[in-house]
């Protein structure tokens, strides 16, 4: 095929291989539905109400985008389905989110192989076919893209559309004239516009990545997993409690995408209620950040708790008024431990530069230096309101005695030194035949009373602690650590998580569970000892045998007096909770 010239110099051509290649920029579906949904918003359309909906038409499943914006004309749809060409401005004061002309052609190719776009704008209508299957079945070397107009008032089409007309009857779902004018009809209004998407991608087992069947009013994201090497199945899996709603459910998604909504969206007959984090987040707190590469006023930052859901936290990045990335955690967020988690960040950057994916922005110093700005602020905030954990508040580890009245002695003693009450921000939990240590907190003493009682109710609620491991038996009883120094000495890489008194209650039964298991098998190895216990006429060496099998037996009541000493430990430091609670709130 002969390249065309300009001024006899050769041009570019574009493959139709490439409506394939360009679709791969999204990897995540719902990143695609964004695209179509940014192209109503925009303020070249700016329709004020977007229906999202799935419907069978001739037996397959269709995605359907229809919306009351200003409709389009030929050339502008012309323009639409072709790649690069993005003439949008700001108009009054709405700012658009598409930039490189490229957003229908990657988000309806990544949801579907073949997409038809009926618009009207008042004066005339139009048709245009954006099809994989259409380029395949002409084997086609580069995109041809068949457009039908119609005068709106006659209703009748122009001369020059029959050929896109038959090409379109062969190779779409609508086979006649009728069928065509009945999808622009569906158009409610004098402009509007229609995308159908058909031919939905389908994983590696056959099924489409949706599911439409779960929830009849939203559109939830499948994962196909293969269980045998011949065999398949389409399995739903539940995602982790802390992973966000937006990343499988599409009127999750919808409900943030914007952070001020100017549309209303209709997914599946029912409106998607917005969600304002100025009412969903409690602690809320306005900062500040003025980027030293840009002579620019600064720019607002909203942090608070997620009151809703403590597992779901980072930073909700907006650019243009459009979300980019959505629960970002920044440094602190990211390390181990409780800092940072359940803040919840919101800035808008519209000084960076997007992807052309519209998820993420372009690697650079300036969103360097944004997140580096955004962690510290963040720890900044972490600190104000949850200043009770053993990250950022002055604490001593010490070693809980055997006895409760020891115990209070110790924890006495320490806050008299701070001038204060100790408070119990943590307990650690090592396995058994080691030490049990707690992190105190001495409040300053010249706190109202009522502050006092917030900081005691913080305390109880990030206190953190480890589930006893006391099932181990394997290894050799560890002796009670007796001085500071060699506490610091004691390694163990166990899970934290928060304590409350009924944690300290779930200890104890585990506790007890353990003692239990030792119990019986002590029994067993004696029952054993004396199954096998040698006659008085057996020689020295079977003695010597019963010896070493008696020393075997006498293993597990070592165990056991260090259960039971580990349970006098738990139950110390629970009747220290209460009187230490008691105590600080009076």
């Known amino acids: 095929m002969a390249a065309q010239r300009h001024q006899d110099i050769p041009m570019s051509m574009l493959s139709a291989n490439y409506l394939k290649t360009n679709a791969t920029s999204h990897t995540w579906p719902f990143g695609a539905v964004a695209e179509l949904i940014d192209n109503a918003y925009d303020p070249d359309v700016n329709a004020k109400k977007l229906l999202i909906n799935v419907e069978p038409i001739r037996g397959s499943e269709c995605l359907t985008f229809t919306d009351n ?56 209508m139009c048709v245009g076919l954006l099809s994989q299957s259409y380029l395949e079945n002409i084997k086609a070397k580069q995109i041809v893209l068949p457009i039908i107009t119609y005068c709106q008032k006659s209703r009748r089409k122009k001369d020059q559309s029959k050929a896109s007309l ?14 065509l004018l009945e999808q622009l009809d569906a158009i409610t209004g004098e402009h509007g516009t229609r995308v159908i998407i058909w031919n939905l991608r389908k994983t590696f087992n056959g099924q489409t990545e949706f599911d439409f069947d779960e929830d009849e009013n939203d559109i939830r994201i499948l994962v196909d997993i293969m269980n045998t090497p011949c065999k398949t199945q389409k399995t739903k899996v539940t995602l982790e409690q802390s992973e966000p709603q937006c990343k499988s459910s599409l009127r ?3 409900s943030i995408l914007y952070l ?27 900062y500040t950040y003025k980027p030293r590469f840009l002579t620019i006023e600064k720019i607002p930052i909203t942090f608070g708790k997620n009151a809703e859901n403590m597992e779901q936290y980072g930073i909700m990045m907006y650019h243009k008024n459009r979300l980019i990335k959505a629960y970002e955690r920044v440094g602190c967020q990211r390390k181990a431990g409780n800092t940072g988690v359940g803040v919840i960040g919101i800035i808008e950057c519209n000084y960076l530069k ?31 309101y949850c200043g009770n ?11 809980i005695q055997e006895t409760h009245e020891e115990i209070h002695t110790q924890m006495r003693t320490r806050g008299q030194e701070n001038n204060g009450l100790p408070v119990i921000t943590s307990y650690y939990s090592l396995a058994p035949k080691r030490g049990k240590y707690i992190s105190i907190m001495a409040p300053e003493s010249s ?32 002796p009670h650590c007796s001085s500071m120094a060699s506490q610091t000495e004691v390694r163990s890489p166990i899970k934290q998580e928060s304590l409350s008194e009924r944690k300290l209650i779930c200890q104890m039964q585990d506790l007890k569970m353990t003692f239990q298991e030792l119990t019986e098998m002590r029994r067993v190895q004696f029952q054993m000892l ?37 349970w006098k430990v738990l139950e110390a430091a629970k009747k220290h909770f209460k009187a230490t609670m008691t105590n600080w709130t009076s």
């Open 69 to 124: 914006g200003n409709g389009m004309d030929s050339d502008t749809i012309h323009k639409m389905l072709s790649f690069g060409f993005s003439d949008k401005q700001t108009i009054n004061g709405h700012v658009p989110v598409g930039l490189y002309g490229n957003g229908f052609k990657s988000g309806s190719m990544r949801l579907g192989k073949d997409a038809i776009v009926f618009t009207k704008n008042g004066t005339t």
């Open 166 to 179: 038959n090409a379109i009857m062969k190779h779409s779902l609508f086979c006649t004239d009728w069928e």
């Open 252 to 254: 999750a998604y919808c």
């Open 260 to 286: 001020e909504p100017r549309m209303e969206i209709i997914l599946r007959g029912q409106k998607v209620i917005t969600q304002l984090f100025s009412k969903s987040l409690s602690n809320i707190e306005k």
């Open 354 to 384: 997007t992807a052309h994916n519209k998820q993420d922005f372009d690697s650079s110093s300036e969103y360097s230096n944004t997140m580096k700005s955004l962690d510290r602020k963040v720890l900044h905030y972490w600190q104000k």
């Open 389 to 399: 954990s053993s990250t950022n508040c002055p604490s001593r580890r010490i070693l």
């Open 447 to 478: 706190k109202s009373k009522k502050a006092k009682e917030d900081d005691t109710h913080n305390a109880v609620e990030c206190l953190d602690a480890t589930p006893c491991s006391s099932n181990s038996t394997d290894s050799p009883p560890r």
């Open 530 to 566: 004396e199954k096998n216990k040698p006659d008085a006429g057996r020689s020295q060496a079977a003695g010597s045998l019963s010896d070493v099998g008696r020393r075997e037996a006498e293993k597990p009541q070592e165990l056991l007096q260090e259960v039971e000493k580990q």
